[in-house]
């Protein structure tokens, strides 16, 4: 039985890398932006700031909430 890679790295490591990942797009970034300023932001005005397809969008959205940094609305 094969043994996952995770399980190699401290939890701290596997923790940073969820976050690095996160903030590894630049529409990731200006999303992260548009809510530490505006404390949140509705899904039409992501789609309306971000130049990117809607389904894009929600697929960056997804990786930011694996990451638990959004908050539920």
Not at 2 to 20: G, H, V
Not at 21 to 29: C, N, S, T
Not at 33 to 56: C, F, M, Q, V
Request: with cysteine; hydrophobic share 40%.
């Amino acid at each position: 039985m094969a043994r996952s890679k995770a399980s190699l790295f401290e939890e701290d490591e596997q923790l940073s890398s969820c976050l690095f990942h996160a903030l590894g797009h630049p529409a990731r970034i200006r999303m992260t932006h548009r809510l530490l300023n505006k404390g949140s932001i509705s899904y039409s005005e992501l789609i309306l700031d971000i130049p990117l397809a809607e389904g894009t969008i929600t697929q960056h959205l997804n990786i930011m909430k694996k990451a638990d940094l959004l908050a539920p609305a």
